[in-house]
């Protein structure tokens, strides 16, 4: 008798099992299609630059382009990928490395298509440290961090940074700091934590430093909890980092939809690149529904103004704090600067051989589309996609065309 209600017990256990994949295999293998006439739902995490979408929402351009779009916040940038390959997101304010990180295995299922629409956004995150580097390494002092990270391990046995996505752009940022401070990446331990939980888990002490966007870092100095090392923008001036990413079947499906987002989204960055309109702005990002953090913070990042902490004054940026527009620089959506962070992945250890960088490139970039949506607002189109570049802090030389040079080269 115990045996068979044994047997009825693991044969219920394995049918509830089996219940639980199918249904999980078919949320995977059955993504939402997206329906003409349908709202469109687009994510942001809660991060100064997502004000692109959320100032078209509030500034009632979408509206105006024909389109009802609804805006909904996210918890965490894995959640946004998920829901953009399922279609329970159209699109979402998005690392514009995600893309090219899910679809090569690093940070997603490899295969995946997430597609890159259009720039939101170039500089403004940051790396901070905690105040047990307070004194000991200041603000851009490169060749100070890597004795203090030392001691700490020889005194504490582990140092922790902490970034939001594997192979994101924060990710990216933190692994080139790290190679310009000399400091051996295998040597710490680097975990992942969603943009709006940093400043609390630096507050209990989980991590050593992190990089993210903004206003986490001001939000860090405000509490009195770390203070900022270095800006992204110092580790290369006008880099790439935030894009408006979409559902693949709904670039396809919804194209002239797409267009008339994109064309309200391009309004709202041409609008908040003007500083007088920045202070209301941060008033309307700093609010509960959206970032949910100190509007003096947002604003004051946002004009510029930086509060280093740690008794290091301020530091000004006059033209290269985080820009939305830049007279349509900031929206292209370069190859190059694809093929650049694939390139990263190889570099650090992500992926053991080269991808095939420009088919991936012109897979998951809707460049075609950009274009099309910049012409019709007479917005000019850069002509230096494709070219070499160097960064503001390693001149090592980055050639597009041959990545695989860069990489015999660079630091790792």
């Not at 997502?50 to 509206?63: N, Q, R, T």
């Not at 295998?186 to 888990?201: E, L, R, W």
């Not at 080269?354 to 000019?380: F, G, R, T």
Request: hydrophobic share 40%.
């Amino acid at each position: 008798m115990i045996q068979t209600k044994k047997q009825i017990s693991t044969l219920f256990t394995t049918l509830m099992l089996v219940v639980c994949v199918v249904l999980f295999s078919s949320f995977k293998t059955n993504p939402k299609p997206p329906i003409a006439g349908e709202p469109i739902k687009l994510g942001f995490i809660p991060l100064t630059d997502c004000s692109p979408i959320v100032m078209a929402k509030e500034l009632g351009l979408f509206k105006k382009y024909g389109v009802e779009v609804v805006v909904t916040k996210e918890t965490s940038w894995a959640n946004v990928r998920d829901k953009i390959l399922t279609g329970e997101l159209d699109g979402a304010h998005c690392l514009y490395t995600m893309p090219f990180s899910v679809y090569t295995g690093v940070g997603g299922k490899a295969g995946s298509e997430m597609k890159i629409a259009m720039m939101l956004s170039v500089n403004g995150q940051a790396i901070t440290l905690s105040n047990d580097f307070c004194g000991k390494v200041g603000f851009k002092q490169m060749n100070k961090v890597t004795p203090v990270v030392a001691a700490k391990l020889k005194a504490e046995k582990e140092v922790t940074f902490a970034m939001t996505f594997p192979g994101g752009t924060h990710d990216l940022w933190l692994r080139n700091w790290m190679s310009l401070a000399g400091l051996n990446q295998k040597a710490v331990k680097i975990i992942t934590i969603p943009p709006p939980q940093m400043v609390a888990n630096m507050k209990v002490g989980n991590m050593d430093g992190y990089c993210v966007g903004e206003p986490w870092g001001g939000v860090a100095v405000k509490q009195g909890i770390g203070f900022t090392q270095i800006a992204s923008q110092d580790i290369w001036k006008d880099h790439p980092e935030k894009a408006l990413v979409v559902n693949k079947e709904f670039s396809e499906k919804r194209r002239e939809d797409l267009k008339k987002v994109m064309k309200a989204i391009m309004e709202a960055c041409i609008w908040l690149d003007n500083p007088a309109n920045r202070k209301k702005a941060a008033a309307i990002i700093g609010k509960a529904p959206y970032v949910n953090a100190p509007a003096d913070v947002i604003e004051s990042r946002l004009m510029g103004d930086y509060n280093l902490g740690c008794n290091q004054g301020t530091e000004v940026y006059t033209d290269d704090y985080m820009l939305f527009y830049k007279g349509g620089t900031v929206n292209y959506p370069r190859k190059s600067y694809a093929i650049w962070a694939m390139a990263q992945f190889v570099r650090f250890g992500y992926l053991k051989e080269e991808p095939n960088y420009k088919a991936i490139a012109d897979k998951l970039i809707l460049q075609d589309l950009y274009e099309e949506v910049a012409k019709s607002m007479k917005i000019k189109i850069p002509t230096d996609d494709m070219k070499p570049f160097s960064l503001t802090m390693d001149k090592t030389v980055f050639n597009p065309n041959n990545p695989s040079a860069y990489l015999k080269v660079v630091k790792k």
